[in-house]
């Protein structure tokens, strides 16, 4: 399967405890996309990556919160110090860097906080 | 996102009856994308227009978008249980980040 990939698919963690999600993108895309998604909305940009840089960070996007894309290939998503409102699906999408090129998404991780 | 309205929020169609769903951006639009998205799943990529005017169409569903390139809607003909899902239009306006409207949850009753 040579599409953007998860990992994991769900998890489930107590509040106050450190995740770390995974992404890898199709293999020749340099732009990688993080959203987040809540019932019944649309997905919320969090970040994006041009390769390995990290190029914008939404606002909403507390101190808790860091990506990395170390290589310009995979990427991951750690959140510190978990709250309940943390709860989502967190969504990885890539594309290529032309101007109006479809992004592709990955399954998903589904963030549960007990 | 504020900037992509989409209505309705959601909607119930009879199976072999159409269905329209409507996207409005408050900035003109550069590129506008159709995503579908089955529940507790990512978003499967639909259809991408960019110019005014331009209207595509893929199996029974087509995407228009208007001339002024700050509305786009989506058809569905004769819709049938697999049309069932949550409809997303994106947007990238002049920072070629892609944001996105709240989505339309379509059901299709047989």
């Known amino acids: 399967d040579t599409g953007v990939s998860q990992d994991p698919r769900h998890k489930i963690t107590k509040r106050g405890q450190n995740v770390t999600f995974r992404c890898d993108p199709i293999?020749?895309?340099?732009?990688l996309y993080w959203y987040r998604q809540t019932l019944g909305q649309g997905p919320e940009f969090l970040t994006y990556f041009q390769n390995e840089a990290q190029l914008e960070k939404s606002r909403l996007l507390s101190d808790r919160f860091s990506a990395e894309r170390p290589k310009g290939s995979f990427s991951t998503l750690e959140i510190q110090r978990t709250e309940q409102g943390d709860s989502a699906m967190y969504l990885c999408a890539s594309s290529l860097s032309t101007v109006n090129t479809e992004a592709f998404f990955g399954q998903g991780t589904r963030l549960t906080v007990v | 996102s504020q900037e992509l309205e989409q209505s309705p929020q959601s909607l119930i169609v009879q199976e072999g009856k159409n269905l329209t769903i409507n996207c409005t951006s408050s900035?003109?639009?550069?590129?506008l994308y159709w995503y579908k998205q089955k529940y507790g799943e990512g978003l499967i990529f639909l259809m991408m227009?960019?110019?005014?005017?331009e209207e595509k169409s893929h199996e029974k569903i087509t995407a228009k978008l208007d001339e002024k390139k700050q509305q786009s809607s989506l058809h569905i003909t004769a819709s049938q249980p697999s049309h069932a899902g949550i409809y997303l239009c994106g947007a990238v306006h002049n920072d070629y980040k892609l944001s996105f409207g709240a989505g339309t949850t379509v059901t299709v009753r047989a």
């Open positions: 900035k003109t639009l550069y590129g």
């Open positions: 293999s020749e895309h340099n732009r």
């Open positions: 227009l960019q110019k005014g005017g």
